[in-house]
């Protein structure tokens, strides 16, 4: 089975910049699209961005211009970079498969307060 873990979260004031790294057990990233999602307390999980075996990359229009998501030459592990951060940007997050997803991590906490 393929497990994903999260990491890179953390308290940041508004409009400072973070960046995430997810890491997967397997080669998965390889021959399925990466994406990340979150989960703010009392709300669905979002899709945030996504990332093709190709390169071709998606976003939510609410972090569209301010998150790019990415991946390393190894297509092992994929990451989000966050940039000018609002407090709605405040969530769970966690990354897995665009398509197919498979097991949920524990996601990594981040948090945008002053």
């Known amino acids: 089975q393929v497990r994903f873990l999260e990491s890179g979260g953390g308290l940041v004031p508004p409009g400072g910049s973070l960046r995430l790294s997810c890491a997967a057990s397997g080669s998965i990233f390889s021959i399925l699209g990466g994406a990340w999602y979150r989960q703010a307390p009392g709300k669905q999980r979002e899709l945030v961005a996504t990332?093709?075996?190709?390169?071709?990359?998606n976003y939510a229009d609410s972090v569209k211009g301010r998150f790019t998501i990415s991946r390393d030459s190894a297509k092992r592990t994929v990451y989000l970079q966050m940039n000018s951060l609002k407090p709605e940007d405040t969530a769970v997050y966690y990354c897995?498969?665009?398509?197919?997803?498979?097991?949920w991590g524990q996601g990594t906490q981040v948090t945008v307060s002053s």
């Open positions: 990332i093709t075996t190709g390169g071709s990359t």
């Open positions: 897995n498969t665009k398509d197919a997803p498979g097991r």
